[in-house]
């Protein structure tokens, strides 16, 4: 099986930046999609991004678009978050996530994260 570790979240002001890691172990890491999904509280998970199996194509929620960047080094077996301009609703666990095959928007994956809580003060 496949054990996902996030790392970088923290406390940071409206407009600052984070960068969030997850470390997958196993050597298969280029055969499963992977992405980024958060949890607010009261509220569901949701899609922030997924990026496919040899990073050449990613998606993003449109709440993101221009501010956070996806990238994966599987050579590394890591995926990140580069977040940048950060909003106070940017405020949610956000959990690493990883399929085999084909990386979808809907939070129906084999493997996740512990997460890592992103708190975001006006």
């Known amino acids: 099986q496949v054990q996902l570790v996030e790392s970088g979240g923290g406390l940071v002001q409206a407009g600052g930046s984070l960068r969030l890691s997850c470390a997958a172990s196993?050597?298969?890491?280029?055969?499963?999609?992977m992405g980024w999904f958060r949890q607010a509280p009261g509220k569901e998970r949701e899609f922030v991004v997924v990026i496919s199996r040899s990073g050449g194509s990613t998606t993003y929620a449109d709440s993101v678009k221009g501010r956070f960047t996806i990238s994966r080094d599987n050579a590394k077996n890591t995926v990140y978050l580069q977040m940048n301009s950060l909003k106070p609703e940017d405020t949610a666990v956000y959990y690493c996530?990883?399929?085999?095959?084909?990386?979808?928007?809907?939070?129906?994956?084999?493997?996740w994260g512990q997460g890592t809580q992103v708190t975001v003060s006006s």
């Open positions: 196993g050597r298969t890491f280029s055969d499963y999609g």
């Open positions: 996530a990883a399929r085999r095959g084909l990386a979808i928007m809907s939070p129906r994956y084999d493997y």
